[in-house]
């Protein structure tokens, strides 16, 4: 059983969504191999609407620029990052989605892909009490 074939088999009863993604980190990747059909409920996308896209079809003008750098810059360096961010529904609407993304390095530390583990995380409303 090959790593993707784990992965999958994995990700595809999780109630959390899993997309993994290839290793090209350029101006339109990384691109999408598989999502778990619960990132299919999340965001109305079908797996084969998405497969071959860029995670970037999930996000919008309100997505943060530097967060998204962050992640980006995270894989480059192969390293695990986590991140929220306001992603974009298939039907437009907004949800704050919670990542956390792992590259998958080769032999030779080279990013060949990356999976990512994602939930839609709670709205917040005002600030959060601080403590003393």
Request: aromatic content about 8%; hydrophobic content about 35%; proline content about 6%.
């Amino acid at each position: 059983m090959s790593f993707a074939d784990l992965v999958t088999a994995l990700a595809h009863e999780a109630d959390y969504g899993v997309v993994v993604t290839d290793g090209r980190i350029d101006d339109d990747g990384p691109y999408i191999t598989y999502a778990n059909p619960a990132f299919e409920r999340m965001t109305g996308f079908s797996l084969r609407e998405m497969l071959g896209q860029s995670p970037k079809m999930f996000q919008g003008p309100q997505t943060s620029a530097a967060a998204r750098a962050d992640m980006r810059k995270a894989l480059r360096a192969g390293k695990p990052h986590e991140t929220t961010l306001l992603n974009y529904r298939k039907s437009g609407e907004t949800y704050r989605c919670a990542i956390q993304i792992f590259p998958i390095l080769d032999a030779d530390h080279r990013l060949v892909g990356a999976v990512a583990i994602e939930r839609e995380a709670p709205r917040t409303r005002g600030r959060p009490k601080q403590r003393d």
